[in-house]
């Protein structure tokens, strides 16, 4: 489907904006003395957002400019961490075609979906780490209720979203 | 006339007053008792007479007098309360400052003393951001190149062990931190001198990697870095033993050990700068 240049000019705004949002929010949690359980990347509320607005082909690029911006304040391995995000965002794109988005939380979902999904598969994939079964039921634990809040923040920017949605 | 005429007022009050005198030497004369009983006599009998005029005027003025004098207390006791809680608030502002600044003076005391036991330059450095990757646990510190600092030096507190330079910026250096999972230092058991290599561990905490079976550690001991690789200097403290696995079927066990570092608290640290005074 052929897009017109107001229509691509609208999705990169909206998406230069989500971005620079996003990094300011890392560069907020990475200074502020904020608890643990609030300190939370937000990576899925971006990834949910882009499987809305981003095609395959701009969401690849998309998601590494997310890594690269992720970078300046972690030392997570850029490479695989693209692997995960793409990932994600594939994942989330799919259920994204095939249902629609009709309510907050069919929205809740996707992001809590998105956050565990993401954090497990960091776990797996950067070797971190099943040392004892009581550790991995403490990791699965701190995973869920990182997922859970990640959604609960996601939700009062559900209008704006899904009212994207609908415009597409 | 035995008497003079007495018909005005004026000459009415001279009467009296002779009277009175003359009255006042009978009586100070005829009365059996000393001089000093006598006047008290008359003062009683005066007393007598002037007492409830006296008690009267007591009440009335006491009453008036208390009255107002009590507006007059609580005005001023109001007053001084106002003045006593701001006097109080600016106590309490100064004691929150002081109380701060005891305890930065305990820490640089701490720092102080760390720095004259090195024999190294230590830098000094304020803690700027932490990583925002929940998994990896790394912080940013506000010195980099210009302060001479360069990838892989050691990284300490007043606690103990915090890291390495892990990044070099132009004023700023990621450290990693010890309690991550990338991270291994050598160590050595303060009381048996046992070799280790302590590593860090999902869970926040410290764990004692490749440890041979019948090491001689006990929970509680403390785990000091042994010095070997040039990166760390010997003798800081790097944690407590909590407790090592007992599981026969290992050749090699490991430990928990507890961080000697409170991270969450954490703010400054020295980074160890070797070559230089």
């Given at each position: 489907m052929a897009l017109d240049k107001a229509t691509i000019r609208g999705d990169l705004s909206s998406t230069v904006l989500m971005l620079g949002g996003w990094a300011a929010w890392l560069a907020f949690i990475s200074v502020a003395p904020l608890p643990h359980w609030l300190s939370l990347p937000m990576t899925s509320f971006v990834l949910v957002f882009g499987s809305l607005q981003w095609t395959y082909f701009?969401?690849?690029?998309?998601?590494?400019?997310?890594?690269?911006?992720?970078?300046?304040?972690?030392i997570a391995p850029p490479g695989l961490l693209w692997v995960i995000y793409f990932s994600a965002f594939i994942a989330l794109k799919v259920i994204m075609t095939q249902f629609s988005l009709?309510?907050?939380?069919?929205?809740?979902?996707?992001?809590?979906?998105?956050?565990?999904?993401?954090?497990?598969?960091?776990?797996?994939?950067?070797?971190?780490?099943f040392e004892s079964a009581y550790l991995t039921a403490s990791l699965f634990g701190v995973i869920f209720v990182s997922a859970f809040v990640?959604?609960?923040?996601?939700?009062?920017?559900?209008?704006?979203?899904?009212?994207r949605a609908r415009v597409e | 006339m035995l008497f003079p005429s007495v018909n005005t007022q004026k000459s009415w009050l001279g009467f009296l007053l002779g009277f009175l005198v003359l009255l006042n030497i009978y009586f100070h004369y005829t009365f059996d008792g000393t001089l000093e009983e006598r006047g008290r006599w008359i003062d009683r009998s005066l007393g007598r007479i002037l007492l409830p005029i006296q008690a009267a005027f007591h009440w009335g003025a006491e009453s008036v007098s208390s009255s107002t004098a009590r507006f007059s207390d609580l005005w001023q006791a109001d007053l001084e309360n106002q003045k006593l809680r701001a006097e109080l608030q600016q106590a309490q502002l100064t004691l929150q400052k002081l109380s701060e600044l005891d305890l930065e003076n305990e820490r640089l005391r701490k720092l102080?003393?760390?720095?004259?036991?090195?024999?190294?330059?230590?830098?000094t450095a304020q803690i700027v951001g932490r990583d925002v990757n929940p998994f990896f646990h790394?912080?940013?510190?506000?010195?980099g190149e210009a302060e001479g600092i360069e990838r892989g030096m050691a990284v300490v507190c007043d606690q103990g062990v915090v890291g390495r330079i892990l990044r070099v910026g132009r004023s700023s250096s990621t450290v990693l931190l010890v309690t991550d999972l990338n991270s291994r230092v050598d160590g050595?058991?303060?009381?048996?001198?046992?070799?280790?290599i302590v590593g860090g561990a999902a869970s926040g905490d410290l764990r004692l990697h490749l440890l041979p079976r019948r090491s001689d550690i006990r929970p509680g001991d403390t785990i000091v870095t042994a010095g070997v690789g040039g990166i760390f200097p010997s003798g800081y403290r790097l944690g407590t033993i909590l407790g090592a696995s007992d599981d026969p079927n290992l050749v090699l066990g490991d430990a928990e050990v507890e961080p000697a570092v409170n991270f969450a608290s954490l703010e400054e640290v020295f980074v160890v700068v070797y070559g230089a005074r």
């Open positions: 701009f969401g690849a690029f998309a998601v590494l400019l997310m890594v690269w911006i992720h970078h300046a304040f972690s009709t309510g907050i939380s069919q929205l809740f979902l996707a992001l809590f979906s998105a956050s565990l999904l993401m954090d497990i598969f960091q776990l797996i994939l950067m070797n971190r780490s990640q959604a609960l923040m996601g939700i009062p920017f559900t209008e704006f979203i899904l009212s | 102080l003393e760390l720095k004259s036991k090195a024999p190294f330059r230590l830098q790394t912080v940013e510190i506000n010195a050595v058991i303060q009381r048996s001198r046992v070799q280790v």
